[in-house]
């Protein structure tokens, strides 16, 4: 198959090329389409046969279901079996966003589409290409990450074509996206509502709205928890993970630099190609590192964000053996962050 590459504006995106791609999602077929959070691979989510492809071209466990997209509130009302009052606030509050709601499913949801669960995950993009493109498909739209499974997420067409090209009908390229890491998913089935996977929507920003929100302890965990605390499926699977191999450090600020200094004259010795994933304020303390890089302020976890999956993908493309990432503060879009690294890290961290 060759995959399409068409260049779309993100302010205002051609309607021809927006036609042509929601044609190939009426027909069963696959397209990449940009979000504000990651690069989603997009099938009609009404259709089993669709929805199957979408799996297979990502290699995807079929255990674990993809986020369906909306381009307005009322569809929900056909995919859920019942809304929370709660739930009604939030979609207020913080849709088109990075936010997304588990609610009980309707029976005009397929199967595979919830990969057999009894529940769904929806959420609105803010992000006129994917609003545009769900609209003119006149379905509601399936769409994980753009990514091969276990990859880093996709914030550019080029990190799509990288793990899909020749697997997919089409991508539509509008640069990169704003977010870099994917929705917070929240299930509204629970009472309080429960954080299963943090995200572009901030546990603080949550508890403002909400007074309570708990969160899952697979979303926070420094380990890695039996597969039975999973609440969210995705949480079970190898992810994130660049060829390299992620180590994290965590703790106080000093310690952390001088400990990945050891470590990488450690694996330097070895013979392995070593990069250091630090941060605007760690920057300047790091000498003879083989390949280094920041991910922006720790005051700006909206910055580290936006920066991780492409950082991840660049230190394989410079054939780095060993990345070893600063731990970042948790507040704001940094639980995301960390609970990413940690994960890309197969939860190898050391506490210094
Ligand atoms: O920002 C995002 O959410 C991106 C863009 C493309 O919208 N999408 C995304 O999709 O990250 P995906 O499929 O890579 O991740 C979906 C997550 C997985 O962790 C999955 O287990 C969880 O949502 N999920 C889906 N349906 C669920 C359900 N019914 N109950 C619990 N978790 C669910
Ligand atoms: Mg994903």
Avoid: Q
């Avoid at 966003?97 to 499913?105: A, E, M, Q, Y």
């Amino acid at each position: 198959m060759k995959t399409a590459v068409w260049h779309v504006d993100v302010i205002s995106p051609d309607s021809e090329v927006i036609r042509k791609a929601a044609k190939i999602i009426k027909k069963c077929g696959l397209v990449a389409f940009p979000t504000e959070t990651v690069y989603g691979l997009g099938a009609d989510a009404l259709n089993a046969e669709a929805v199957s492809a979408l799996f297979e071209a990502k290699k995807r466990p079929l255990d674990n279901p993809p986020i369906v997209h909306v381009s307005k509130c009322i569809t929900v009302e056909r995919l859920a079996k019942s809304i929370p009052t709660k739930a009604h606030t939030l979609m207020e509050k913080f849709w088109p966003g990075p936010l997304t709601l588990i609610f009980k499913r309707s029976p005009i949801v397929p199967d595979v589409t919830v990969a057999g669960l009894n529940t769904i995950a929806i959420r609105m993009p803010r992000h006129n290409v994917a609003l545009a493109l769900i609209e003119e498909s006149a379905c509601p739209i399936a769409a994980p990450s753009a990514n091969l499974a276990g990859r880093p997420s996709p914030t550019y067409a080029s990190h799509v074509l990288a793990d899909l090209d020749g697997r997919i009908d089409a991508v539509l390229d509008a640069g990169s996206t704003n977010v870099g890491v994917e929705s917070t998913v929240l299930d509204m089935t629970s009472d309080p509502p429960e954080i299963l996977r943090p995200g572009g929507t901030s546990y603080e920003a949550l508890v403002e709205i909400l007074g309570r929100v708990k969160l899952n302890p697979a979303a926070v965990a420094d380990h890695a928890l039996p597969v039975e605390k999973a609440r969210s499926p995705g949480i079970k699977h190898k992810h994130y993970s660049p060829d390299a191999e992620v180590i994290v450090v965590e703790g106080e600020l000093e310690a952390v630099v001088n400990k990945i200094i050891a470590l990488a004259v450690f694996y330097g010795e070895e013979g392995k190609r070593v990069g250091v994933l630090c941060s605007d304020e760690t920057i300047e303390g790091y000498a003879g590192i083989d390949v280094l890089k920041s991910l922006g302020s720790r005051k700006d976890s909206a910055s580290l964000a936006r920066n991780l999956f492409r950082l991840l993908r660049e230190f394989d493309e410079e054939d780095v053996d060993v990345i070893i990432a600063e731990g970042v503060p948790s507040e704001g879009l940094g639980l995301a962050v960390m609970n990413r690294l940690r994960r890309a890290a197969g939860y190898r961290i050391i506490k210094v």
